[in-house]
Nanobody
Framework: VQLVESGGGLVQPGGSLRLSCAAS????????MSWYRQAPGKERELVASIGSVGDISNYADSVKGRFTISRDNAKNTVYLQMNNLKPEDTAVYFCKARIVIWSISHEYWGQGTQVTVSS
């Protein structure tokens, strides 16, 4: 299983970024995917999640209306569109795959991509 995030960077407040997470090594279309973030000195927190076919998504209250999670099962990729970014969105962003095998849940993480929101 491999998850590779990209798309992070430095952006001014109010700006936008789109993160991508390219997946390989498993049947992507059958797996729920999530984005998490971790700011310095803070615990990792769930940002958004999406069901295996993209019909169900959930968001942290802090990003509702600004972030959109989506997926392209043909490309084995999950995205996080981030608009109206705020300094408090600064964090390392990780994607996570939750793979259930014989009723046992396994979690796999990418290496993360840094997002910095600053003027």
């Amino acid at each position: 299983v491999q998850l590779v995030e990209s798309g992070g960077g430095l952006v001014q407040p109010g700006g936008s970024l789109r993160l991508s997470c390219a997946a390989s090594g498993f049947t992507f279309s059958g797996v729920d995917m999530s984005w998490y973030r971790q700011a310095p000195g803070k615990e990792r927190e769930l940002v958004a999640s999406i069901g295996s076919v993209g019909d169900i998504s959930n968001y942290a209250d802090s990003v509702k209306g600004r972030f959109t999670i989506s997926r392209d099962n043909a490309k084995n990729t999950v995205y996080l569109q981030m608009n109206n970014l705020k300094p408090e969105d600064t964090a390392v962003y990780f994607c996570k795959a939750r793979i259930v095998i014989w009723s046992i849940s396994h979690e796999y993480w990418g290496q993360g991509t840094q997002v910095t929101v600053s003027s």
